[in-house]
Structure formats: C-alpha cells, structure tokens
C-alpha cells in the first residue's frame, strides 16, 4: 500500500515533464500569427503589433504576410505597395540589422475582424503546409545563412516592385516557401525556396530582354 504513493508520484513526474515537453514546443506559424490577435482587445491590429508579437520569428513571419497576397492573383499595383516593406526588411535581414520598419509602415493596420477572417482563411493552407515542414538542416537558419538569403530575398523583392506582367507571382511564391523554412527552422523548404527563387530570376530576366529586344526592333524600323 505504501508503493502506490511512489507510482502516483512517479506518474505524475512523467506527466510533468511530458507537459514540459509540450510547453516547449516552437508555437507554430498560426499560432504566432493567433497569439498577436488575442494580445490585446484593440478594434485594429497594425503591422507594428505584428512586429512585435513575432519577437525572435517577427523577419520571416512579416515577409510571409506581405510576399504571401503577391502570390495570388492580385489588381495592378499590389505588388508595389507591399514590395516596399519587403525592401526595407530584405535589406535589413541581409546586412544583419535588427528587423525595423518606418512608422508609416508600422502605423498600417486592419480590423481585428478582418484579420481573424484572413486567418481563418489561411489557416487551413498553412496547416498542410505545416504537416510537412520540420526542424531539419538547420544550418541553413544559422545567422550566416540568413545574412546570404537576405541578399536573395532582397533581389526578389526588388524585381516584385518592377511592373513586370505576371512577374510578381513566382517570386512572392518562392519567398512564401523560404519564410515558411525559416519559421520552422525546416532548411528542406529554404532550398525548395532558392530554387524557386532563381526560375523566378531566369524567368523575369527572360521577360524583361525580351521586352528590351521587342523595344530595339521597334525602334530600329523608324531609323535608317
């Protein structure tokens, strides 16, 4: 009768430590992105909020939210709007700066309504998506890593300012796959990423010569 105190005891630790197990788990991406909404009971969350709900995963997750629209069909001048933004952090990530963005960016915001909405949309996506992604070759989330990826997002978020047809969908894509890896410390998705990212590169390059030799054959009929 006296061992069964020790069993229970005994479970109980196990239980113990299995719940810290659990508690330390990496929240994942939706669960960062729902902690920021219950933060605070205000009518909007801003992009600033964001920023600092994300704390140490604030990089990725905020070029996630703006690369991800640019992903999908959007009007004219979406990739525009939310290409500047991803400049300022692009070139942050890539010089090793700590994530900063102007307070006229930061200032942005939407209704709280709007945002449990987009999340309840996206939601279901970034579940399946999140079934697949893994800590894994980590090495490519190191701090050095991250200061040469930079430098590629930077030039992809550069070509999706450019006016180029159609051009800003494969580039947003490929940062959507790379900000996904580093979230979750899943270096599988940043390589998927980088290949991504250079047939995006090739394949507006190719857009824009074309257009430049289009231009000269045009020219070159009005002179003698």
Known sequence: MQAE??????????GDAGGKA????????IELFRSVEHASEAERITIGDLLHGMEDRAAAALILIFALPNALPTPPGTSTVLGIPLLFLCAQLAAGWPVWLPAFITRRSMRRSDYSALLDKAEPWLARAERLLKPRLTVL??????????????????????????????????????ALG????????????VVA??????????VVLGAVAAGAAFISQFMP
């Open 141 to 178: 989330t190191s701090w050095l890593a991250e200061r040469l990826l930079g430098i590629l997002w930077l030039i992809l978020s550069f070509v999706l300012v450019l006016p180029i047809p159609l051009g800003n969908m494969p580039p947003a894509a490929s940062l959507c796959l790379m």
């Open 22 to 29: 659990r508690h330390q788990r990496p929240p994942s991406v």
């Open 182 to 193: 580093l979230l979750a410390a899943d270096g599988v998705f940043i390589i998927l990423g």
């Open 5 to 14: 105190p020790g069993i229970s005891h005994q479970a109980d630790d196990q």
């Open 197 to 206: 990212a250079i047939a995006a590169l090739v394949l507006a390059s190719s």
